[in-house]
């Protein structure tokens, strides 16, 4: 990894911004209005990462233990979508050091994009009431597949044409999506070992940070991994 990219892909949620209390909040109100039972909130932290009906699934099922019902999956991702929008931006928070991060990309003519498995819309309004500096933002859609598939990274680098891009994330799906598009990965481990320990799957050519401001000393040459 020499140099600097063109382009620095992030994920969202683990990697920018703390967003598991909000999305507790709204799959423990999907899961009350079904009669289910709710869920401590760093159980669901372990589920965030692979996308909103993956996340509904393991909530259901109690983390993949019991039967997989469909009609009661559309009802509970209806449910979130619904207490999510009326919760996404109340107690998310961005990283230390996230926005500045991304302001000195930017005055370095470094373009910034979101690459996340989240609904569109959430990332949008999130990203907009937390004054995160991001060009792009690339989010679930119907017609994109989701990390670790490559697609929503070459889309990401598409939209702001221009060179070549590094992928940073928290989650071993980021990991995939980066080597599965042939980009450079950092890794962020910025939440404890909650089952994303990224540093357990990469290898010494993909530095891994404790924390974002770390991460842009090191861009600056003032610090290792």
């Not at 669901?44 to 509904?56: A, D, E, P, Q, T």
């Not at 070459?154 to 980009?183: C, K, P, Y």
């Not at 357990?200 to 770390?214: G, H, I, M, R, Y």
Request: hydrophobic content about 45%.
């Amino acid at each position: 990894m020499i140099g600097r990219p063109d382009i620095m892909l992030f994920d969202l949620d683990g990697t920018l911004i703390d967003s598991v209390p909000d999305i507790a909040t709204a799959v423990n109100a999907a899961l009350a209005e079904m009669n289910r039972p709710t869920e401590a909130e760093e159980r669901i932290r372990s589920w965030v990462g692979r996308g909103l009906f993956v996340l509904i699934g393991q909530a259901l099922t109690d983390g993949g233990k019991a039967d997989h019902d469909d009609h009661a999956h559309a009802q509970a991702v209806a449910a979130f979508r619904r207490h999510y929008a009326t919760c996404c931006t109340q107690r998310t928070q961005a990283f230390d050091g996230a926005v500045e991060l991304l302001a000195w990309l930017q005055s370095q003519g470094i373009g910034t994009a979101i690459v996340t498995n989240k609904p569109v819309e959430f990332a949008r309004r999130i990203a907009s009431a937390l004054s995160l500096p991001i060009d792009v933002i690339v989010g679930a859609e119907a017609h994109r597949p989701l990390k670790p598939d490559p697609a929503p990274l070459h889309d990401a680098v598409a939209e702001l044409n221009r060179g070549d891009a590094w992928m940073v994330g928290d989650t071993v799906i980021d990991l995939e999506a980066a080597r599965a598009a042939a980009m450079p990965f950092i890794g962020v481990q910025l939440e404890g070992d909650t089952g994303r320990a990224i540093g357990k799957w990469t290898t010494s050519s993909e530095p891994v940070f404790e924390s974002l401001v770390d991460f842009h000393r090191w861009l600056h040459g003032d610090c290792s991994p």
